[in-house]
């Protein structure tokens, strides 16, 4: 049976309305005590890569691993790809949470930053012996999103460093351009709308020579998640440990619904519903959209200014059985946050709107 | 439906039989896309805590972390309670590895190494300074378990050594005095039934001293897991990062039957499987037992020398829905390996060694 409630909490968000299917043909196939090491794990470790492949154009020279997190992601990016600097745009609580990461690894990062609610609407200027310029390209604290352009303008005036990229919460939406960013990754709780507790990190191979270039010089690039441990292994559809198999299983089954689907109408889709919201907002009595600036407002994370009428809201679209996502830190008792992830219908989204309007 | 095969792999394993009911209750009540910041995470984090401690009897002074994997523990225990020495009884691949773990954390460990199918009977003499010790108490590739007596003098030769235990392939089955080791850790697809991609870490409050200590001489114990800011979120059931929700959340329901089936039950159960198994392996024409030392018995994962008759052997149990481990690296077509977990009832072994008998 389906969770009758409609969940707009930016992650864990809504489950893609396919996985409780999904879950009862795993337990009838055996998935959750299938082994690691079985001919089948690897089956399903290559369906989901090759899924992915295809969803989002990722090629060839990409590799695609496997973690416990996007925290995980964060600190093994870190760690594998950075001897001495890193350099971070900082505009909300995750990106700088990116930067932190740096620093707890002993590495020397700096940042740009900007206030809440801003972002970068042009690209940066990124000191010259930068190793490595991690972008999180969607706030999920904010709602502000790094337009692709400010991406490509990057790469052209640094055109050594690795550009890495959290698309945590906007993936699959974001059309990236895979030959000029170095590492993108993602968590499966978000816009893929599967249960929280795997993260996927895919990197090319400029990301695996850095690895080992570290590793060359005697640096520790960590143990059974360094880049070339989990290389070796996925090359054969493996991971260097037990792996939460029954999630990468349901990853793999969602990502073909989102294939079949299509991802130039996951695409179109998104975009209207996120119109449908930001244009209900603009006009709204008494909430705004907390990003002003039109071409830093996220698609895919939506936040409201809703003030002192947080909680009148937050009712109204409980009656109906709508979850919106508390405002991030400070803000969690004058914004809301919706998600805009593809298990969100364009009804939904009507329906959400709907209310809005006649709170 | 239950998947109507017995699985005796040592890890993943055959569920706990309880896990598709509770799975089916998880989606029910939202739990796959439940956030890991609501009020009823914290309940279902402390319902796992409070039932594990209860299970195995774990002391107040100890604190209990959910990490991705075991192999994710080998790396935090190494990172957050080594400055420069740990030492490593090893007897096998997986206490090997956790050697390796530390070499390529770029600390210095020592170990001491026996065979294949040999383990350590009496206590091995420790390098004075060794701030760490390293055990293994049971060898998922040979099935040699480290006797509790052995860690009971480990801790009289060394006072002030953490002494750290891998318990991943035979927890809830050793009753540890928790009051003379310092961190224990398994990983729940094993003992407790569960799908893998959940390690779960308890350390005590002179764990957390060490890790604070390092911190404070400026040495790097990595970010979001590191044990001060696990033990930060901790305190009050969360986790630094988006966890695997669903994997607590069965945890906590199968330690609740667990304990309901009580501790000394499961004991006395595991014995009396194990003693049926070895007696048939003793006295069978042509297999016996791969670890000849009663005392180094695992009782929780037991391998059998199958030599030339592995093939046949594997035949006739799977014939009867009976699916054995394969030997580990090596040994894999020359052995078999048989877990003997809370999950697999009296009459499974029954039906074992009744096949094992007739082959």
Request: a neutral charge; glycine letters at 6%.
């Amino acid at each position: 049976m389906m969770n009758p409630v409609i969940n707009f909490t930016p992650g864990p968000s809504q489950l893609y309305f396919t996985v409780e299917d999904h879950m009862k043909v795993a337990f009838r196939e055996g998935i959750p005590s299938l082994s690691h090491r079985s001919k089948k794990f690897t089956t399903i470790y290559k369906e989901a890569v090759d899924g992915l492949r295809e969803l989002l154009g990722v090629p060839a020279n990409y590799h695609l691993y496997f973690t416990g997190s996007a925290s995980e992601i964060w600190e093994r990016s870190i760690q594998n790809l950075v001897e001495k600097n890193s350099f971070h745009l900082v505009n909300g609580s995750f990106s700088k949470r990116f930067f932190e990461v740096a620093q707890q690894l002993s590495k020397n990062p700096s940042k740009i930053e900007v206030g809440a609610g801003l972002g970068f609407e042009t690209s940066p200027l990124v000191p010259s012996e930068v190793e490595l310029i991690a972008i999180t390209q969607n706030e999920t604290s904010t709602g502000v999103c790094v337009p692709l352009a400010v991406i490509n303008d990057l790469r052209k005036t640094n055109p050594e460093a690795l550009l890495v990229i959290d698309a945590v919460s906007s993936l699959p939406y974001p059309d990236f351009n895979y030959d000029i960013v170095d590492s993108v990754f993602f968590s499966v709780q978000k816009g893929f709308g599967l249960p929280a507790g795997l993260g996927v990190w895919m990197v090319n191979d400029r990301c695996i020579a850095k690895a080992e270039s570290l590793l060359s010089k005697g640096i520790s690039i960590g143990s059974y998640h360094s880049i070339p441990g989990l290389q070796t292994h996925a090359i054969n559809y493996q991971t260097p440990e037990t792996p939460n198999v029954l999630g990468i299983y349901l990853l793999s089954k969602v990502v073909a619904d989102l294939v079949r689907h299509g991802i130039h109408r996951i695409r179109k889709e998104t975009e209207y519903k996120a119109a449908l919201l930001y244009h209900n907002l603009n006009k709204h009595p008494y909430l705004k959209p907390f990003v002003d600036n039109e071409n830093l407002q996220s698609k895919t994370v939506i936040v409201a200014d809703t003030g002192e009428h947080t909680e009148k809201i937050t009712r109204a679209l409980q009656a109906k059985g709508m979850y919106p996502g508390d405002g991030y830190g400070a803000s969690k008792k004058s914004q809301l946050r919706f998600a805009n992830f593809p298990t969100h219908s364009k009804e939904h989204f009507e329906l959400l709107v709907d209310t809005l309007e006649k709170v």
